[in-house]
């Protein structure tokens, strides 16, 4: 059974910062792009970055590039999302998925979801 667990977030004041993880089991983590999504209150789930599986590049949607860092640790089964600079407007509940190979945006592509965890920044 395939399993993602996030973890990390919690309440942090604009301009602080926060690692979350995201901790796989049940699959053959080297062989998945991971990626994280967040939706907001009231908004629709969105693609905040993505790490595909062999090569290990990375992508960021435009409102985090240069604040938010993905990394994974395949000997852990782990991938991290780094996030510095936080703003009031990244409070959001954060989730990590998986899809075999490459990262995609949409939200449908991936086939596994962990259960969320949330971000709150205050201003």
């Known amino acids: 059974q395939v399993r993602l667990v996030e973890s990390g977030g919690g309440l942090v004041q604009a301009g602080g910062s926060l690692r979350l993880s995201c901790a796989a089991s049940?699959?053959?983590?080297?062989?998945?792009?991971v990626g994280w999504f967040r939706q907001a209150p009231g908004k629709e789930r969105e693609f905040v970055s993505g790490?595909?599986?062999?090569?290990?590049?990375?992508y960021y949607a435009d409102s985090v590039k240069g604040r938010f860092t993905a990394s994974r640790d395949n000997a852990k089964n782990t991938v991290y999302l780094q996030m510095n600079g936080l703003k009031p407007e990244d409070t959001a509940v954060y989730y990590c998925?998986?899809?075999?190979?490459?990262?995609?945006?949409?939200?449908?592509?991936?086939?596994?979801w962990g259960q969320g965890t949330q971000v709150t920044v205050s201003s």
């Open positions: 998925a998986a899809r075999l190979w490459t990262t995609r945006i949409q939200i449908t592509e991936y086939d596994y």
């Open positions: 049940g699959l053959t983590f080297s062989t998945y792009a």
């Open positions: 790490l595909n599986s062999i090569n290990g590049n990375t």
